[in-house]
């Protein structure tokens, strides 16, 4: 593995240079884009596996093993065999959003009855949709959603999302933070709580679940903030009464940047423990960008290179619609060489794409080698919210996607 | 028409109460939305010609009637009756930026000679499929793109994007800025003019364009800044020598929020006139939003009204994804009411979508009556840079299309 203070953050045993050659899962990457086509997401069975048994093993290593479940949130990439991949391994469970989602889920091979639910704003169509799925788990965020719930499946257990009026996530980044000083549109507050539990009551339902989730993308650094989130989230599920289930939600980050560390669940299972150990509460979690995000590349054409005044260009063939956390949440997809000669000068290059908007820059001042025989690029991090949030502006929504085995 | 100090600045003949009812293009949105579905965006033939009318008009006025053309910039908004609608006035060409718009204008009854092209970071086989295209006219934003175009159509007329190093737009939106102060990667600048035009001189291409686009959304305060952007670019037109048409770009704003006035066309062709007036260059203009934005409603659903904390949430069947503005570039579209009667008290609310994220706000404290006899609201301004934009985020991307006769 060639290290140096540019590339030593990212690489790891299955994504690395090996002699000249970058390869992603025991793949040569030029070989795969040559192969695939460009602009193309190509994703990493492996990692993903991988990043599934971490998250399990911290699990199990703190004593939760038989009492927490993890569940995928699909709406950080539902690419179809990246989720029967998932199903198959036999470890995870589905988040699922909208009732298309379901749907979507149910056609890779999850069942029903592996399906948390939980969403914002649904229509009555939506309801109609979700109650046909026997098993599915509803969360309701508003009083409105527990009465139309109620309605329909009287007598049944649901799950109340609420909002502990705290937020966490990646600092700097209040994009991604769901509760906060403000008042946001998730989940019931405790000053709606009673009420809550009252129209629960109407309709005969069982208060099972308590739900949080409160921001995206934390690391170590912010697990202090995590367990002040859970602290105030005590008094939902002692106030519920039924509780016996808990979802801390998702968020869970990786490094995205540099200086980033990865997130250290030894010191994660530590929070959960601390408020969950003298208790039976079965744990939930929902990882989205820690099971697929750093398992994606998106691979690129080099389209250009030219110095305008004092900034080096590189173009591609790909622009933030077809990814959009570098240009609108501030996560820009470090750009890599596909080959790389260990000690050859760097120089700071901004990657830009082929969108006539101003903010289609993928990242600016990459250090990147000479890349007059380079034909392509990597940008790594593009498993997550990057193909599942594509659009087809200016009609350059066109990619390939790719599991790797 | 009834008028409020809440609701006047939008209405106009076109959309406006009658009675009770809110009225577009003749029609009751109501039954609108209740025939479509929802969400659906309607959009209006009569407002669209009317938009290009008047812009028509006022270079008639100045007396550039002769010597100007409107290309619309269909990366708008390139739902395929409109671009018909807009071949069929005659009055209008395209401003295209990619080759699959290209495709898709001719498949609306566009002939290639209509058609302006302006793109960044093309790759060779856009090159080739551009080349096809008998008629096109290519603008070239690098100085690899002119030599790349040169290869394939060497002895032809082109244009040149340049850079002028300042920009213009929507105060306070730097999303919305294509030039300015740092180096972008739009055009070319003066310091790598020379070399362009020496790059062309070898493929014997004539220089007939300059192109220059630097900025989104602006309004009359902004004009003084058009002046200076075209003060600069002076220079290119005449160092290049051969230039028989400028293009001054699209960016031609409409009003947005309460205090916003509409752009003063008869200021604008002042502006225009200062500088072309003593010559014969033929001028062009790309306007996107101001020919399509306000000709369009998005029309949701009411799924939910809730009080939680400090803030009443209106909840609606549409999020973000469908049409990013509001949330990723801070330009909210009103909601507003389908039935409403004059002198109803009205309250703030805070209308939210349906996807699992913090941005998912369509506008904050906006004042609508009591809407518990509303099935919908409508969103205004929702033409340009929505249903082109959208995504499948949380599979939450279908939506209806509809335009008005």
């Not at 298309?100 to 948390?116: K, L, N, Q, T, Y």
């Not at 933070?177 to 946001?184: D, E, K, M, N, P």
Request: proline share 5%; glycine share 8%.
């Amino acid at each position: 593995m060639v290290q140096t203070s540019a590339y030593d953050w990212w690489q790891r045993p299955d994504l690395c240079y090996q002699g000249r050659q970058l390869l992603f899962n025991g793949r040569s990457v030029e070989n795969l884009a040559s192969e695939l086509g460009t602009p193309g997401f190509v994703y990493s069975a492996g990692r993903v596996r991988d990043n599934l048994y971490r998250l399990r093993q911290a699990l199990e290593t703190a004593g939760l093993g038989d009492r927490s479940s993890v569940l995928y949130a699909m709406k950080a990439n539902r690419y179809a065999p990246l989720l029967t991949l998932l199903k198959q391994t036999g470890l995870c469970g589905i988040d699922a959003c909208s009732p298309r989602e379901v749907e979507h889920a149910v056609s890779c091979g999850f069942d029903a009855s592996d399906i948390s639910f939980t969403a914002t704003s649904l229509s009555p169509q939506d309801y109609a949709i979700l109650a046909r799925y026997d098993g599915l788990f509803m969360t309701c965020d508003t009083l409105h959603a527990i009465q139309s719930w109620g309605q329909l499946k009287p007598g049944t257990a649901i799950g109340i999302r609420v909002n502990p009026a705290i937020g966490i996530g990646r600092v700097g980044n209040d994009k991604l933070q769901y509760a906060g000083c403000g008042t946001t549109k998730f989940g019931i507050y405790r000053e709606q709580f009673q009420e809550a539990l009252e129209i629960a009551s109407q309709y005969d339902l069982t208060i099972s679940k308590i739900h949080f989730h409160t921001g995206c993308g934390y690391l170590t650094p912010q697990l202090e903030q995590l367990d002040r989130v859970i602290e105030q989230c005590q008094w939902f599920i002692n106030t519920a009464g039924s509780v016996t289930r808990v979802n801390i939600g998702g968020g869970l980050g990786v490094p995205h940047l540099v200086d980033d560390q990865p997130l250290d669940l030894q010191q994660w299972t530590a929070v959960l423990n601390k408020h969950f150990a003298s208790n039976d509460l079965h744990l939930e979690v929902e990882p989205g960008d820690y099971l697929v995000k750093d398992a994606g590349l998106l691979l690129v054409s080099k389209t250009y290179v030219e110095t305008k005044r004092d900034t080096r260009f590189v173009g591609v063939n790909a622009g933030f619609n077809i990814a959009p956390e570098p240009a609108h949440y501030g996560l820009p997809f470090q750009p890599v060489p596909l080959h790389w000669d260990s000690g050859s000068p760097m120089t700071p290059v901004t990657v830009v794409g082929n969108i006539n908007e101003a903010l289609d820059v993928w990242y600016e001042n990459a250090l990147l080698p000479d890349l007059a025989d380079h034909d392509y690029l990597a940008l790594i991090n593009a498993g997550a919210y990057s193909a599942s949030m594509a659009s087809n502006h200016c009609m350059r929504g066109e990619f390939k996607e790719m599991l790797l085995p």
